[in-house]
T-cell receptor
């Protein structure tokens, strides 16, 4: 296991299109997190899972964002009807309950 | 919700000097405070963390101190080296780790030769 993997690394999409990102956590980690990071800012929480259950979702997250973690393994984050304001780095992280995070390398989304 | 403030936003030191970055948090229920280092274009990496049952933790040239009464914590890097140059983020959460983290806005540390 080489860490948290995210795919794709970069995504350019036209405004209004839907995009989906994938995250593969460290296999023994039961918690999985999605964060968004814009230039010059710290990561901003989006949502997290314990196994397959989505435990919390940010109030800042619009209905255009949805995340799943079927079978408690990999996770997907979908953004529908993308807007230019969605342009950011989307970071996934995983951990064991009570431990620190390991982040993936992120997916950089550019909406044109 | 939790709010984390971080200072300074930029910090320039000479190689071999010490660097200190400070953070304050608002939620007294927070009990886990990690620090992450992020190099340009790379993922944030956990460098040290502290839980509220201790006041200080050290790992080689890096140390973190926590003052629960004042609700602030600090990162100390001694004998700085050029490879310490990066953005450093503090964060806070409750539940002892493995929960939602609220991050500070980051400190750009530059270590000059």
């Amino acid at each position: 296991d080489t860490g948290v993997s995210q795919d794709p690394r970069h995504k350019i999409t036209k405004r209004g299109q839907n995009v989906t990102f994938r995250c593969d956590p460290i296999s023994e980690h039961n918690r999985l997190y999605w964060y968004r990071q814009t230039l010059g800012q710290g990561p901003e929480f989006l949502t997290y899972f314990q196994n397959e259950a989505q435990l919390e979702k940010s109030r800042l997250l619009s209905d255009r964002f949805s995340a799943e973690r079927p079978k408690g393994s990999f996770s997907t984050l979908e953004i529908q009807r993308t807007e230019q304001g969605d342009s950011a780095m989307y970071l996934c992280a995983s951990s064991l309950e009570g431990d620190g995070y390991t982040f993936g390398s992120g997916t950089r989304l550019t909406v044109v | 919700g939790e709010n984390v403030e971080q200072h300074p936003s930029t910090l320039s030191v000479q190689e071999g000097d010490s660097a200190v970055i400070k953070c304050t948090y608002s939620d007294s229920a927070s009990n886990y405070f990690p620090w992450y280092k992020q190099e340009l274009g790379k993922r944030p990496q956990l460098i040290i963390d502290i839980r509220s049952n201790v006041g200080e933790k050290k790992d080689q040239r890096i140390a973190v101190t926590l003052n629960k009464t004042a609700k602030h914590f600090s990162l100390h890097i001694t004998e700085t080296q050029p490879e310490d140059s990066a953005v450093y983020f503090c964060a806070a959460s409750w539940g002892g780790g493995g929960n939602k983290l609220t991050f500070g806005t980051g400190t750009q540390l530059k270590v000059e030769l």
